[in-house]
């Protein structure tokens, strides 16, 4: 780690409320001890704040087990507060380096399999030629693991399909309409057939993405449209490009953007045609926690992403 980085990082922790930060710091390491060694505290200092902490809002934050400390749900809910707080110090320590002309520090962006592999990579290119002091962290998943990651404060911007509930905390721009199709091997048994209906279809396992639920409640509607139960998924994995390595070297099926076609025909990976078969058609963008005071390097990224997008087509908010 970098000294302009280190110096940051401990920026942050001064300027963050003592008994917050001593309690997130037994919250990430589950004990008192490594905690207070992170610190560099004594442990009954750190245990002194926590019961501090615990009689100031009146609940029991953690339960003391043999393995460890574990949040409570009351300490639960204050973690997931206390990152905001956490989140909008560095927020302020980015923004004053900004106005000193040193733009420095990260965004941490949440993206769904297409969004990092295909529309991301040239913003982010575009983003950090201009603003090289600032660190782009990218993760992949799926609605179910970035939306809770977003709330929580540890994700800044999610750019995912944006069929999730909407909700008073987080602010949704949509971008793009995101088409998928079924794919399997260019010389998959189907292939063969004149006809593919949903029948055939059911009969393989099939490759999904961890968690994603949405994804599998989608394939689930189609097959139960035919009267037919959920499909076989027989292999699981991260939101990653390792998809379509399986289905080039077996007769697994799995469901992918159209957008990622050419790309999973460099890799002997074609769409299986299903005729007039409805499949999954969604709206998707870009996904933030409202505040009035975003930081500028987040509103520059956003706009940067929207400028991307302005060629095409945009759907119309429902």
């Known amino acids: 780690m970098n000294q302009a980085k280190t110096r940051q990082l401990q ?16 919250v990430d390491h589950i004990s008192i001890s490594r905690a207070a060694e992170v610190m560099n505290i004594t442990q009954p200092a750190l245990s002194k704040s926590i019961k501090q902490l615990e009689d100031r809002v009146g609940v029991p934050l953690f339960e003391r087990w043999p393995k460890g400390m574990k949040a409570t749900p009351y300490g639960e809910i204050l973690a997931r507060r206390a990152r905001l707080i956490e989140r909008e110090i560095s927020y302020a320590v980015s923004e004053i380096q900004t106005l000193k002309g040193g733009a420095s520090g990260s965004i ?24 090289p002091g600032l660190r782009i962290e990218l993760r992949s998943g799926v609605i179910s693991t970035l939306v809770p990651a977003l709330l929580g404060g540890d994700l800044d911007i999610i750019c995912v399909t944006l ?31 004149q006809h593919v209906t949903a ?18 409640n989608r394939l689930g509607s189609f097959f139960a ?41 460099a890799m002997g990976v074609v769409p299986v ?9 969604s709206t998707a ?18 706009a940067m992403l929207r400028a991307a997008f302005e060629p095409r087509t945009r759907p119309q908010r429902p």
């Open 11 to 26: 920026l942050i922790r001064e300027l963050q409320p003592k008994l917050i930060s001593h309690f997130l710091s037994v």
């Open 108 to 131: 941490r962006i949440g993206a769904g399999l297409v969004w990092g592999h295909k529309y991301l990579a040239p913003v982010i290119a575009q983003f950090q030629a201009i603003y």
């Open 163 to 193: 069929d999730f509930p909407d909700s008073a905390e987080i602010e949704k721009e949509y971008l793009v309409e995101i088409r998928h199709a079924i794919f399997a091997r260019m010389d998959h048994p189907l292939s063969k057939l």
């Open 199 to 216: 029948a055939d279809l059911h009969r393989y396992g099939w490759v999904g993405l961890k968690d994603d639920y949405v994804g599998n």
């Open 225 to 265: 449209a035919s009267g037919l139960g959920p499909p076989n998924i027989r292999v699981e994995l991260g939101a990653d490009l390792g998809m379509i390595g399986i289905l080039a070297t077996s007769d697994h099926l799995g469901m992918l953007p159209i957008a990622l076609e050419s790309t999973a025909r």
């Open 273 to 281: 045609d299903v005729g007039s078969a409805q499949l999954w058609v």
């Open 285 to 302: 963008g870009a996904a933030y926690r409202r505040t009035s005071y975003p930081t500028p390097a987040i509103n520059n990224f956003l």
